[in-house]
């Protein structure tokens, strides 16, 4: 189970003598580390790179687990439960892959250039994704994930920016990369996750594994299977290329709402740093369990799996569809849940409806019993109770199967009482972090025994935090109580660059290396960060007043389980707000029902439309973002004045969402223009009108 260091919450970071620079504030730094950053695994100094990380716990744990994962069975339909290769069996196959890619490159495609180059990885996690990627460190070539929603076009891009060579990914992307081979003229090889052999065909008869290498051949593309290049590496192996702590490990490209995605150059010293950084906290053990769903395109999950590995931990993934994924962490037990906010309020709703807004004796005493934790929480008398645990929590519990001992929870603000509430009674520590692909998802996290929601926690042991003065928005390092501005941070975990594009790394990391955010923070007095703001997207109102947009969205959606996409608009010639949203159908059906007398299903779509065309509905959806906007603490301007319900999602495929689930809002306000225009007409024709 994790060991925490004991941290004093009433006094967490403070700011270096003597680093204040006009315009600034000084350098925060967590209380313990003032004399110095974290930038290695303190009980493994000698380890430098990911490479070494890995070898280091193989040589610790051979014998233990590490990946596990629910097979399917083909006759039964079924998914069995959770079988697992131990840290020899996969330093087994990532040398057998390794040495067969690297075989492929040199030998069958004819590449002169032996490492460095690019390895395209197109997967959701699973246990070949882990192989792949730790292959390419154990060969010191670069691993380039590429987004399992990304559309054709940024594929393309990625493919043809990072010139990958070998594309990995599940076998329903095979044709993808086939049918669109001269749109990225660099690869030359497609290894598929998945078996494409059919087992034993009639005789005569042609496989689909076939039809698929010979379309290749056509396209110039070569088609193998994963245990193809395992064998191929086992019979001609090669020897390790151990990187240099400068070496990029991977380019990880960050989807924009605008322009093309930017490929940040994560680097082998970097990722140790994070690892090392992570330990200071929280040290996971060998008995620890991880449910990893997290996207391993993305940082938080990257640095969580690699973690994970360097402690011995097993590591369960999803079977890759979310709508099972509380199925498969009953199964797994795990103890450490690295999650986001939005399936926390999926979670929170579910245990409250069945809790505290239960009928009867049982909702009176689960009310009584929540009330009586979050007072003991509010007290600093920890998260668990002798009695409503017995009575009531032991069994809430078990909606993460009963063992989870730390739920991690970032990318996006998580509600006060979610907070709260998840922490009494899952009887267990939650933490929310800050932090960016740049800083390797690195930046600020809430100590272990916090009990104060509202904040995300100081920076962490390898990380140095300033806030810049944003004149234009009145956010000053000066300002009473507490200073406000940009949040930049510092260390060894912070990325070096953009690959192939020095004008956006100039314009987000300085010469000192501090790495601007775009996100304006607030430092208490117990030297903890809240986010307040956003320093891009920004926009006047009539008025003056000035909108970061992004922030109403995460409050709101924070607040509000109706949910489940909401884009928030306004511009300069308009003195309100209006929104459009895509409602949560899971919450919003039972409540639009009972507004409207109706017993739609969600399988009813001619239902669902005229549930938000209700205008009896759209009142009272605009009736629960104005509570959640209370909530939130908007400031009146902030609130949205008019709603207009779809259930047109905003999707990668219909390029109104990034692959990281960001809107991108110039084309949502182009494909909604119609409706915004009428909710503006609507909020005109209802204005009183003055009185001369």
Not at 568 to 597: K, Q, R, T, W
Not at 659 to 678: G, Y
């Amino acid at each position: 189970m994790p060991i925490f260091t004991p941290q004093d919450t009433s006094k967490q970071s403070a700011e270096v003598p003597g680093t204040r620079t006009p315009g600034a504030t000084g350098h925060y730094r967590q209380l313990g580390y003032m004399n110095g950053l974290v930038d290695h695994i303190r009980e493994a100094p000698e380890i430098k790179t990911v490479h070494e990380l890995f070898l280091h716990a193989v040589a610790k744990f051979p014998n233990r687990d590490l990946l596990g994962h629910r097979p399917y069975n083909s006759v039964t339909k079924t998914y069995g439960g959770y079988v697992w290769q131990t840290y020899t069996q996969v330093i087994r196959r990532v040398d057998a892959f390794g040495s067969g890619i690297m075989h492929l490159n040199e030998v069958i495609l004819g590449n002169t250039q032996l490492n460095r180059w690019s390895l395209g990885i197109w997967a959701l996690g699973r246990p070949e994704w882990y192989i792949s990627d730790m292959s390419c460190n154990m060969f010191n070539l670069m691993s380039v994930p590429l987004y399992d929603t990304l559309g054709p076009d940024a594929v393309e891009y990625v493919c043809n920016h990072a010139e990958i060579r070998v594309v990995v990914c599940t076998a329903n992307h095979v044709a993808t990369l086939l049918r669109n081979a001269d749109r990225w003229p660099n690869v030359k090889a497609v290894i598929s996750m998945d078996s494409l052999s059919e087992g034993s065909p009639v005789p005569g008869s042609t496989t689909a594994a076939n039809i698929l290498r010979s379309w290749g051949e056509e396209r110039g593309i070569r088609v193998y299977d994963f245990d193809e290049i395992e064998r191929l590496g086992q019979q001609f192996p090669r020897k390790y290329c151990p990187p240099q702590p400068e070496d990029i490990a991977a380019l990880c490209y960050t989807s924009g709402t605008t322009g093309q995605p930017k490929g940040a150059m994560i680097h082998h010293g970097g990722m140790v740093a994070a690892v090392g950084a992570g330990r200071e906290a929280m040290q996971m053990t060998e008995d620890d369990v991880l449910i990893s769903y997290l996207p391993l395109a993305h940082m938080m999950g990257r640095i969580v799996d690699t973690s994970a590995s360097f402690y011995g931990c097993k590591i369960g993934y999803f079977r890759g569809d979310l709508m099972l994924l509380m199925e498969d962490i009953a199964e797994l037990k795990p103890t450490y849940f690295p999650t986001v906010p939005r399936l926390l309020n999926r979670i929170y709703a579910n245990i409250v409806a069945s809790t505290i807004e239960a009928p009867g004796f049982a909702g009176k005493m689960c009310r009584r019993a929540v009330a009586a934790k979050l007072a003991n929480l509010k007290a600093g008398n920890g998260v668990t109770h002798p009695l409503w645990d017995r009575l009531v929590f032991n069994k809430v519990k078990m909606a993460l199967g009963g063992r989870v001992q730390v739920i991690l929870t970032g990318s996006a603000p998580i509600a006060n009482e979610v907070m709260s509430f998840m922490r009494i009674a899952m009887c267990c520590v939650v933490t929310e972090g800050y932090g960016s692909t740049e800083s390797l998802a690195l930046g600020t996290l809430t100590f272990p025994n916090e009990h104060v929601p509202g904040h995300v926690g100081c920076p962490r042991s390898g990380i140095e935090m300033k806030l810049v003065d944003v004149p234009e928005m009145k956010y000053l390092s000066t300002d009473k109580p507490y200073p406000r501005g940009e949040i930049q941070f510092r260390g060894a975990s912070i990325f070096t660059g953009y690959y192939k594009d020095e004008e956006n790394t100039r314009n987000t990391i300085d010469s000192e290396g501090w790495l601007a955010t775009g996100d304006i923070g607030i430092v208490d007095d117990r030297g903890c960060l809240t986010i307040v703001d956003r320093k891009k997207n920004i926009f006047k109102l009539a008025q003056g007043e000035y909108i970061a947009p992004e922030k109403i969205e995460n409050i709101l959606t924070a607040r509000c389980n109706l949910i489940l996409q909401i884009y928030v608009h306004g511009d300069s010639l308009e003195s309100s707000l209006v929104a459009i949203s895509v409602p949560d159908p899971e919450m919003f059906i039972p409540f639009a029902n009972a507004i409207a007398g109706t017993q739609v299903t969600i399988a009813d779509k001619k239902g669902l439309m005229a549930l938000v065309r209700d205008p009896k509905v759209n009142a009272a959806y605009l009736k629960a973002l104005e509570k959640a906007g209370k909530a939130g603490e908007l400031r009146g301007f902030e609130f949205v004045k008019r709603v207009y319900l779809t259930f047109d999602a905003f999707t990668v495929d219909n390029g109104l969402m990034t692959p990281t689930s960001k809107v991108r809002r110039p084309q949502v306000r182009e494909h909604f223009q119609s409706q915004i225009q009428d909710m503006y007409k609507d909020i005109h024709s209802t204005a009183p009108v003055s009185k001369l």
